[in-house]
C-alpha cells in the first residue's frame, strides 16, 4: 500500500483524537486537535493548505486541504453522521488538482470511520 507506514501514523493519530474528545465537535476542534498529535508524533503537517485548481493552464478555483501530511498526504476531516459520496469526490478532486495520489477521508461522526482514497493521473506523471 502507498506510503502505508504514514497513512498507519496519521490512523492511530484519528482514533487517539476521536477517543480523547468523542463525538459532537465542530470539525475545526477536531482538526486542531489532530494537527497538535499529528505534530508531537513528528510528522511535517500544513493546516489549510491551499489547492489550486488550473483549467488551460489558468487557476479557476481555490480549495483548502484541512491537513497536509509530509507534503504527500491530503486529509480532508469530516464531523457529520456518516461519509457520503460528495466526501469522497472533494477528496477525489483535490488528488486531481494536485500531485499527490493519497488521501484520507477521516470522520469524527458518532461513529469514528475514514477512507482511504488513491488517485493517480496524467497531471501526476506529466511533472
Do not use: C, W
Not at 57 to 66: K, M, P, S, T
Not at 70 to 77: P, R
Request: net charge negative.
Amino acid at each position: 500500500m502507498l506510503y502505508a507506514d504514514v497513512t498507519d501514523g496519521i490512523l492511530k493519530a484519528f482514533y487517539k483524537v476521536y477517543n480523547s474528545l468523542g463525538y459532537g465537535f465542530l470539525e475545526k476542534v477536531y482538526e486542531n486537535a489532530l494537527l497538535i498529535e499529528l505534530v508531537n508524533s513528528d510528522f511535517l503537517v500544513l493546516q489549510q493548505h491551499p489547492i489550486q485548481v488550473l483549467y488551460e493552464n489558468q487557476q479557476v478555483g481555490e480549495y483548502f486541504a484541512d491537513l497536509m501530511v509530509n507534503d504527500l498526504i491530503i486529509l480532508e476531516l469530516k464531523a457529520v453522521e456518516y461519509i457520503r459520496d460528495e466526501h469522497v469526490a472533494q477528496l477525489t478532486n483535490y488528488l486531481k488538482a494536485t500531485r499527490k495520489e493519497v488521501g484520507l477521508l477521516l470522520n469524527f461522526g458518532a461513529k469514528p470511520e475514514f477512507k482511504r482514497i488513491v488517485f493517480t493521473n496524467s497531471f501526476q506523471k506529466s511533472v
